[in-house]
């Protein structure tokens, strides 16, 4: 047993992985988070001031969370307790406020570390807050996902949210540096590679030095291209979860570049989703969404051509059928645009439950009995073809009442011209009225 322990390299003396070896030893030596650390930064003011709270910190994987809490426990004297939401339950917790409450008795205070906080359950959640309270411990919890949505307000109300960065370009390169330096060699890439190694890393600092440390024991000779590079690495996807935050936020993302008309940007972020494996369908659907909310009639052909990609995408599927997505993504950024339809929905509803359940005046009511017609049903309708313009002018909206203006279209693409034929109406049922008040 013991040869196959040390043959797997999990004896006491073996070497560390690149990435703990290189875990900074004091907080200036985090990279990338500079905004939480600076003197006047969030955490900056606190050690400062020599009082540290208890703390959410909220970032992607790879960006210092874990490395922040041991720090700020030795800078606050504190004993670093480390748990992880998805191993631990109920009664691993009971057992490190036991050991907290006998360490603070002690003059000893706690740091709990919980990583993947948002793990726990919401009764789980709520077993903190008695001991975030009374200074049990000071809890600070890790988590790649929006506290707003997986953490309960009672905890969050006792806490302070951070906001950890994606380690940017710069940040990645500091992080090569010192690897190098550690490893008394320089990485085996060409400048191509080694920005491309960056990309890779997709803001995950851990990611970036694991992968430094295979390239280190390849024993390369010569400098690795791009290709050699994902060969020797296999890229791996992008950081993306169909049913969390970030999928809303490219979503979102595209559908706001739609609306900006920014084409290329709305091409960046459908190319985005759809590398990460995100349904066609879905992006179809916002896409049909999209030209009904933001186009409207401003140009009525956005719609077709949005349910055009739908059609295309399910009878060809991936990827032939994705060109169409492409298409109607180029038409709807490019297309006039135009939410008065979607206004004149809202402005439609509202005026609907505020006048409850009026009846329609008489004149457009149909009339198939005799009674109907003896109590003013149909009375005096004006069939529109039989007028002199095609237009009555007649009152449609409840005799109780007043006419209101619900849709408004804009002075842009299809929708300037149906503004045209409002105003002729509206100037029309004017004179009309006044032609018969004279008369």
Same mark, same amino acid.
């Given at each position: ?54 703390? %959410? ?24 307790? @480390? ?40 009764? @789980? ?14 809890? %600070? ?43 008394? @060699? ?177 004149? %457009? ?9 003896? %109590? ?64």
């Amino acid at each position: 047993m013991s040869n196959l322990f040390q043959s797997a390299g999990l004896e006491k003396q073996a070497p560390r992985p690149l990435a703990d070896r290189l875990r900074p030893k004091k907080l200036e030596d985090v990279v990338g988070q500079d905004h939480l650390l600076c003197t006047t930064g969030p955490l900056g003011r606190m050690i400062a001031g020599g009082k540290l709270t208890s703390l %959410i910190l909220w970032g992607p994987p790879g960006t210092g969370k874990t490395t922040i809490a041991r720090l700020l426990a030795d800078y606050g004297g504190l004993h670093f307790e @480390q748990i992880s939401a998805v191993f631990s339950g109920v009664a691993d917790l009971k057992r490190v406020f036991e050991a907290a409450r006998k360490r603070r008795e002690t003059g000893k205070g706690t740091l709990l570390f919980v990583d993947e906080i948002h793990r726990f359950n919401r009764s @789980q959640q709520d077993g903190f807050l008695p001991y975030v309270e009374d200074g049990t411990v000071i809890l %600070i919890g890790a988590t790649t996902e929006n506290p707003s949505f997986e953490l309960n307000a009672a905890l969050l109300s006792r806490v302070q949210v951070l906001v950890l960065n994606r380690l940017d370009e710069a940040a990645l390169d500091r992080l090569l540096v010192r690897s190098e330096k550690v490893e008394k @060699q320089s990485l085996p890439l060409d400048e191509d590679a080694r920005a491309a190694l960056k990309a890779m890393a997709d803001g995950d600092g851990r990611y970036l030095l694991n992968c430094a440390e295979t390239l280190f024991a390849s024993g390369a000779q010569e400098p690795f291209g791009v290709a050699d590079l994902v060969t020797v690495l296999q890229r791996r996807a992008p950081v993306y979860d169909k049913d969390r935050e970030e999928h809303y936020n490219l979503i979102s993302a595209l559908h706001k570049s739609l609306r900006g008309s920014d084409v290329d940007a709305a091409l960046y972020w459908l190319a985005r989703m759809l590398n990460a494996g995100e349904d066609p369908l879905y992006v179809t659907r916002r896409l049909v969404r999209f030209a009904a909310e933001d186009i409207g009639l401003a140009d009525p052909n956005a719609l077709v051509l949005a349910l055009a990609a739908k059609d295309m995408y399910d009878f060809l599927g991936s990827p032939e059928g994705e060109l169409g997505i492409v298409q109607a993504a180029i038409y709807l950024a490019t297309a006039p645009k135009s939410n008065a339809a979607y206004g004149a929905e809202k402005a439609a509803r509202k005026a609907a439950r505020e006048t409850g359940s009026l009846m329609p005046p008489k004149h %457009i009511l149909n009339a198939p009995t005799k009674l109907m017609k003896e %109590i003013g049903y149909g009375k005096d309708y004006a069939y529109d073809h039989n007028t002199e313009h095609g237009f009555s002018g007649r009152n449609y909206f409840p005799d109780e009442m007043e006419r209101r203006s619900l849709y408004t279209p804009v002075e842009r693409g299809f929708e300037r011209e149906i503004k045209k034929r409002l105003d002729y109406w509206t100037k029309l049922r004017q004179d009309l009225a006044d032609k018969d008040e004279q008369g």
